[in-house]
T-cell receptor, first 117, second 112 residues
Framework: AQSVTQPDIHITVSEGASLELRCNYS??????LFWYVQSPGQGLQLLLK??????LVQGIKGFEAEFKRSQSSFNLRKPSVHWSDAAEYFCAVGVMHYGGSQGNLIFGKGTKLSVKP | EADIYQTPRYLVIGTGKKITLECSQT?????MYWYQQDPGMELHLIHY???????EKGDLSSESTVSRIRTEHFPLTLESARPSHTSQYLC???????????FGSGTRLTVV
């Protein structure tokens, strides 16, 4: 069965420092991969997605992620964190069913990011 | 501008009351989803629909029910609210394959 693992429950970084949030997935074929961000009391907002092609994907708010097939990973990065980046981050994997329809997304349990001034 | 709308944003209601959480999307998406999420916790899929007159239960057992009479509308109903139903409920939709989900802002439900 497909699964998504976010190993870090909570990460704290200093403002201006670089950030990497880890995501590992389990799936037999090439999945669709997503990162979402959730501010307190809000819904989830799509940061970026990977379907195929270039394995380094650029997203909104200065985020990027790299798909590494050999490691089954899709880690999220940002070179310089801002206080407004403090939020919950969810990785998700989408699988393709036979016939080309997309199955339900599978979400990781999330990583909470805190930013120190 | 949001393309998927959830109402109400916040709801405090007494035990035993019947409630309906509304979710509407203007994107013509076929697939719609309801998630339950406690604050700061993971998402639990409770219902989904792949189109009109199609509804399925998700991974987490829920006492709620859903209906899908129109493409754009996917309401969730609790016949008799209990304190254990206190949570945030997120609605989402998806269209073309591989595009991911669009989420609403959520309904924060408190049952007292």
């Amino acid at each position: 069965a497909q699964s998504v693992t976010q190993p870090d429950i909570h990460i704290t970084v200093s403002e201006g420092a670089s950030l990497e949030l880890r995501c590992n997935y389990s799936y037999g074929a090439t999945p669709y991969l997503f990162w979402y961000v959730q501010s307190p009391g809000q819904g989830l907002q799509l940061l970026l997605k990977y379907f195929s092609g270039d394995t380094l994907v650029q997203g909104i708010k200065g985020f990027e992620a790299e798909f590494k097939r050999s490691q089954s990973s899709f880690n999220l990065r940002k070179p310089s964190v801002h206080w407004s980046d403090a939020a919950e981050y969810f990785c998700a994997v989408g699988v393709m069913h036979y016939g080309g329809s997309q199955g339900n997304l599978i979400f990781g349990k999330g990583t909470k990011l805190s930013v120190k001034p | 501008e949001a393309d998927i709308y959830q109402t109400p944003r916040y709801l405090v209601i007494g035990t035993g009351k019947k409630i309906t959480l509304e979710c509407s999307q203007t994107m013509g998406h076929d697939k719609m989803y309801w998630y339950q999420q406690d604050p700061g916790m993971e998402l639990h899929l409770i219902h989904y629909s792949y189109g009109v007159n199609s509804t399925e239960k998700g991974d987490l057992s829920s006492e709620s029910t859903v209906s899908r009479i129109r493409t754009e509308h996917f309401p969730l109903t609790l016949e008799s609210a209990r304190p254990s139903h206190t949570s945030q409920y997120l609605c989402a939709s998806s269209g073309r394959q591989g595009r991911g989900y669009t989420f609403g802002s959520g309904t924060r439900l408190t049952v007292v």
